[in-house]
């Protein structure tokens, strides 16, 4: 693997790699000292143009654990507004030797250029563009679920399984979503179903070539038992200008999560968010700090896949000596 | 002048003869055209012989964006590309608006030498869409503008449009309209569609040029004036351009040999070299604007010939300029999509990238017949080579050809503008004295 772009690029071989990777690196974590050599001496940068301390942080820890140098270079604006282009600042990191370039973009796209216009001969890591993709999320996600609701079930690595036979309900802004497109993509691979549920405004046009189902009906989709229902972020600004929906209270009466829906889920189910959380418009306080909620495990979860795909893009087909031990099938 | 003699090509594809040019005219056809025996051959056997082609739509970017063009670098690239008349967009900095900015870019034109340059003038103040420009002082200054249009935005304002419609008749003038409704297209990167949803880049609808279309045409039937409908691209387009011209509305429409030939899955890798206004469609537009060109139901193929200088084109698609280059693929495009798939033969490629056009704009000593006694605007082409596109080789001052390494058929051999050859054996001729 020598990108992470979109996460329509793995096939199941791959992306069960990854995940097992992650489980790999999540066994590590819970040693005391958690910090691994294995990418020592390697260069990795976070370019981010796009505030995002959450995702952000995540990576720096994941690289830090695994020994490698981090720069975080946060580039926010652009060349649209003013200021360095892409390529001048892709080929500064390019100068310095950056071994994998971290990039959260506001331009869907961005990763992909800079991963193929010539201007950066290291690996790309797509941190989320626009409205396109966020792979590592969609990872993540997957690994949560795998935990959860595959195998053993409750906290332990089903390794080699993918997510076949689930069903998982996307809940919200589909339309602006780069989890929501990382999602349909990578829980499809790995055999899940997925339901969008959003309401038509905030479904995109095309979206029948996808591979999910659409239902603009929340409560009819939690009565067909979904695994997961996973809630996506939505804006308040979005109601404004665009006018995607009359007011958040409707939005919150049609598409939200609280207590009453909570209790129609299968008693399996998990309720999963990639954060940060609308609590009171996308999702109640109740259906957030429920048992059930995974929200918090994703994050710890982030680390370990981001720990996952960086070794992958950089350590190539080497097989894991790390700390000299951890095997791939740890 | 020296005369020439094009030897034994083919007339609009049909009957082959010898044509002399002499004095800036067609001056024999047939046996009585070797008789000067002083003529310089143009050897054409194999070749087809087309009137120099016009474009109703081509930026050459000066006054304002001289890195971009330059109106020396754009003629010399028509003429390359076998056109003898271009029109030059208004959308320069300043806005060609008054007189005396269609004046300056008429006179480069005409210094250059390369290709008949006509000024489209400006609809509104400044392509703000709230003022008329003075479409009366533009169309008497020696310009003699004919076409007025704020291409690269839409007139959007009905009553504004409709104005400018009605005022256009008292010169013969006609409003060619850049259909684009603002409010859905605020975002807009490429086509709404199957590809948009994956990529996640805002969408352009294709009701958002329609809606426009069909609200001009009506009002071009109310008030009684023409219209011409910029790059159409949309098979909803084509059917209402269809039905109005049913209903005898006195509209013409434009395709580019973009949106004749290439569609929205060139998007996927970003390369922004694929942006242009409006948009790549899908497949099955792209076969309904085939149609409609072949038809008739579109008029004429206009180039939309947009350089963009490199920086704007090497960055993130969203960061990126609209545009694509297209004087020196024309025709060739054309050719491709056209002529070689038996829908239109050369004699309806002269019709709609020469004689319809020059009709449009009302250029009355261009898109002329080939026959003796008119001037000698005419464009040799050999149409069994096949070429690849290198941008570095082309003489427009930009590199964003959408058709960089395909393989093309057909070549501009020789051009004749009044007589005189600017392209000969497939390259520039020079003149002494003539400078950029």
């Known amino acids: 693997m020598k990108h992470l772009l979109s996460a329509g690029d793995l096939d199941r071989a791959q992306a069960v790699t990854i995940l097992d990777t992650a489980a790999a690196m999540a066994a590590t974590q819970e040693r005391q000292i958690k910090k691994l050599p294995t990418l020592r001496g390697r260069t990795v940068v976070n370019l981010f143009f796009e505030d995002s301390t959450r995702t952000r942080i995540s990576f720096e820890t994941a690289a830090k654990r695994l020994s490698a140098d981090v720069i975080n270079f946060s580039a926010k604006g652009s060349s649209v507004s003013k200021g360095e282009s892409l390529k001048d600042t892709a080929q500064t990191l390019q100068a310095m030797g950056a071994d994998a370039v971290v990039i959260r973009h506001h331009a869907s796209g961005a990763p992909h250029r800079l991963a193929h216009a010539g201007w950066t001969a290291g690996a790309v890591v797509n941190a989320g563009d626009g409205t396109h993709q966020h792979p590592t999320q969609a990872l993540l996600d997957a690994y949560t679920l795998r935990r959860h609701l595959v195998g053993l079930r409750g906290g332990t690595d089903p390794v080699g399984h993918d997510l076949a036979g689930l069903h998982v309900a996307i809940v919200g802004d589909v339309l602006h979503s780069r989890v929501a497109r990382s999602n349909v993509q990578l829980l499809h691979t790995l055999g899940a179903r997925v339901t969008l549920v959003a309401p038509p405004t905030l479904v995109p046009v095309g979206v029948e070539s996808w591979t999910a189902d659409v239902s603009y009906h929340l409560d009819d989709v939690l009565d067909q038992g979904p695994d997961a229902v996973m809630m996506l972020r939505v804006q308040r600004e979005r109601m404004g200008g665009g006018g995607f929906f009359p007011s958040p209270w409707e939005y919150t009466r049609g598409y939200g999560l609280d207590a009453r829906r909570l209790a129609r889920l299968p008693e399996h189910a998990i309720v999963m968010h990639p954060g940060p959380m609308n609590r009171g418009l996308e999702i109640s306080a109740d259906a957030a700090d429920a048992d059930r909620s995974v929200v918090v495990e994703q994050v710890a979860n982030g680390v370990a896949v981001r720990m996952a795909v960086l070794y992958l893009v950089l350590a190539g087909q080497e097989q894991p000596t790390v700390d000299g031990q951890i095997g791939a099938s740890a | ?436």
Not at chain 2, 33 to 46: F, L, Q, W
Not at chain 2, 225 to 233: E, I
Request: with cysteine; glycine share 10%; aromatic share 4%.
């Open chain 2, 1 to 436: 002048m020296t005369a020439y003699l094009i030897r034994g090509a083919s007339i609009l594809g049909e009957g082959v003869a010898d044509v002399l040019v002499q004095d800036g005219r067609v001056a024999a056809i047939g046996a009585t055209a070797s008789d000067d025996t002083s003529a310089v051959v143009v050897p054409g056997e194999g070749l087809v012989l087309l009137p120099g082609l016009v474009d109703l739509h081509t930026h050459l970017r000066e006054p304002g964006r001289e890195d971009a063009e330059t109106i020396w670098s754009g003629t010399r690239a028509a003429a390359l590309g076998g056109f003898t008349c271009v029109h030059a967009m208004a959308n320069t900095n300043p806005v060609q608006d008054t007189a005396g900015v269609v004046e300056q870019v008429w006179r480069l034109g005409r210094d250059a030498g390369w290709a008949d340059v006509r000024p489209v003038g400006a609809v509104t103040v400044g392509l703000a869409g709230t003022q008329l420009a003075e479409l009366g002082t533009m169309a008497a200054s020696a310009a003699a503008v004919r076409v007025f249009s704020d291409d690269g935005r839409c007139v959007h304002d009905p009553v504004v449009m409709r104005r400018a419609l009605e005022y256009a008749k008292a010169f013969d003038g006609v409003i060619a309209q850049h259909a684009q409704e603002p409010a859905l297209t605020a975002t807009a990167q490429m086509h709404e569609g199957l590809v948009s949803a994956e990529l996640g880049l805002a969408g352009w609808p294709a009701v958002a040029e329609e809606a426009i279309i069909a609200r001009d045409v009506l009002l071009a039937e109310h008030v009684g004036s023409r219209l011409h409908v910029l790059h159409l691209s949309t098979a909803g387009s084509v059917e209402i351009v269809r039905w109005a011209k049913g209903r005898g509305i006195d509209v013409t429409a434009e395709a580019t040999p973009h949106h004749l030939y290439l569609t929205d899955e060139l998007v996927r890798g970003y390369d922004p070299v694929f942006k242009v206004n409006p948009p790549l469609r899908t497949a099955a537009d792209v076969e309904a604007v085939r149609a409609g060109l072949a038809d008739g139901t579109i008029d004429v193929v206009g180039t939309d010939h947009a350089p963009h200088p490199r920086e704007d084109k090497d960055c993130e698609w969203a960061a990126a300029a609209f545009g694509m280059t297209g004087l020196e693929t024309a025709l060739s495009v054309v050719q491709a999509a056209m002529v070689e798939t038996g829908r239109m033969t050369w004699a309806d490629v002269a019709r709609v990238m020469s004689f319809t056009p020059a009709v449009i704009g009302r250029v009355a000593d261009q898109g002329r017949p080939v026959q003796v006694g008119e001037p000698a605007n005419l464009t040799l082409v050999d149409p069994a080579v096949r070429r690849v596109v290198r941008p570095q080789d082309q003489a427009t001052a930009s590199l964003n050809t959408p058709f960089a390494g395909m393989e093309l058929p057909g070549r501009v051999v020789a051009t004749f503008l009044h007589g005189r050859p600017t392209v000969l054996d497939g390259a520039l001729v020079e003149r002494a004295g003539a400078s950029s």
